[in-house]
């Protein structure tokens, strides 16, 4: 069954680095997100794209942070200069069309910041 | 604004006893719920969902939810646990429109005891 990957598994930075998560959703799919979970925090959503654009995004996702699909598999989460509290782990998830209702997810990128 | 509550954030039970999670929710428009599944050190697994019909939904490994409109609860069950379902269990909503992002409660976590 196809599968949202995502890299690296782990992510050690330090702060004030610039750091590139990578997700690369299922092959048929139209709409990704991003989403974090700060450790022992709930999950949150971060962004959500679709037709090469941001269609939506929390308040979390400032300035810091983009998002981009570069060469039509890949879709990335950049973060410009990490901070102490960016340190959680970061998922991708995607869906086929709008029709489709029920995300899925990828194992996620834990990020550290020290 | 939709939100998701997840009333208890640690259940232990011994195994092969009877669980039920629970998570209520607020929406003021259609709701679709879902509850996902995070083993220790693994991303999201869709548990089992609630679109519309009827309202007692099963899901993978045994367990089943019981959307309930009038006392907006969404509570997950499953009649005889394993070790294996030791997980932390999230419940979520998904936000209105074609692309809208999951609402995440704070998590549930199962400790399955023999």
């Known amino acids: 069954e196809p599968e949202v990957t995502q890299t690296p598994s782990h992510q050690v930075t330090q702060m004030g680095q610039e750091v590139i998560l990578r997700c690369v959703p299922i092959?048929?799919?139209?709409?990704f997100y991003w989403y974090r979970q700060i450790l022992g925090q709930k999950v949150e959503f971060l962004v959500s794209?679709?037709?090469?654009?941001?269609?939506?995004k929390s308040e979390i996702f400032d300035d810091q942070f983009s998002v981009e699909r570069p060469d039509g598999s890949n879709f990335t989460l950049k973060i410009r200069s990490t901070k102490l509290e960016d340190s959680a782990m970061y998922f991708c998830?995607?869906?086929?069309?709008?029709?489709?209702?029920?995300?899925?997810f990828g194992p996620g990128t834990r990020l550290t910041v020290t | 604004a939709q939100s998701v509550t997840q009333l208890d954030s640690q259940v232990p039970v011994f195994e092969e006893a009877p669980v039920e999670l629970r998570c209520n929710y607020s929406?003021?428009?259609?709701?679709?719920l879902f509850w996902y599944v995070q083993y220790p050190n693994q991303g999201l697994q869709l548990l089992l969902k609630?679109?519309?019909?009827?309202?007692l939904v099963k899901g993978i490994n045994g367990f089943e939810a019981e959307f309930n409109k009038s006392q907006t609860s969404f509570h997950l069950r499953k009649p005889s646990v394993h070790i294996s379902d030791t997980a932390e269990y999230f419940c979520?909503?998904?936000?209105?429109?074609?692309?809208?992002?999951?609402?995440f409660g704070k998590g549930t976590k199962l400790s399955v005891k023999p």
């Open positions: 929406s003021s428009v259609s709701v679709y």
């Open positions: 979520a909503v998904r936000r209105g429109g074609s692309q809208g992002n999951l609402i």
């Open positions: 609630y679109l519309s019909g009827s309202t």
């Open positions: 092959s048929n799919h139209l709409y």
């Open positions: 794209f679709y037709n090469n654009e941001i269609s939506e």
């Open positions: 998830a995607s869906i086929p069309t709008s029709g489709r209702l029920e995300q899925y």
